[in-house]
């Protein structure tokens, strides 16, 4: 019986963590092809930084994906930052669900600026992000606020605002 308990604790902490990797790798797959429906400002120079706030199989994910990738002439770069203070300038934000209660420092620190912020937690979109990753149906979806897009001076394709499940 006390073999039968660990291979379940085993097959359920393995379920878990493959949902998990497998999300992960769904977000990193959607992020990098925000990148090709929404437009930003044109900067000239430099890398088209890509930043995760918190940690997690996703900055793994994301750096395979986008390995010798570019947005335009801009070579695509993923930063990961492990508190609020060391984020500086990206143009795609990823905030983990660790920072989702620091979320409006964010919020304040990046309005007026070119920065797409994207979230995992139910009700984020009305709290400032401009994409956030929900389950529908279970399969991985995203909703996206347009006004908070726009307002960061970015241009949203109606073929992204297709594609999400809610968009306001």
Do not use: H
């Not at 695509?76 to 990206?90: E, L, M, P």
Request: some cysteine.
């Amino acid at each position: 019986m006390k073999k039968l308990s660990v291979v379940i604790v085993a097959v359920m902490i393995s379920a878990a963590v493959y949902c998990q990797t497998s999300a992960s790798k769904y977000q990193a797959l959607f992020m990098y092809n925000f990148t090709r429906y929404i437009e930003w400002p044109s900067t000239g120079s430099g890398d088209f930084v890509i930043g995760v706030l918190g940690s997690g199989s996703i900055v793994t994910d994301l750096t395979e994906l986008t390995s010798g990738k570019f947005v335009g002439s801009q070579k695509i770069v993923v930063k990961q930052f492990s508190n609020i203070a060391d984020v500086s300038s990206c143009q795609l934000l990823y905030v983990n669900r660790s920072f989702i209660n620091q979320f409006p420092d964010l919020v304040s620190k990046f309005q007026g600026k070119s920065t797409l912020m994207i979230t995992d937690k139910s009700g984020m979109v009305d709290k400032g992000a401009g994409i956030n990753f929900v389950i529908d149906e279970g399969k991985q979806r995203f909703e996206v606020n347009r006004n908070t897009i726009e307002k960061s001076g970015l241009k949203i394709s109606s073929k992204l605002l297709e594609m999400a499940v809610a968009a306001q």
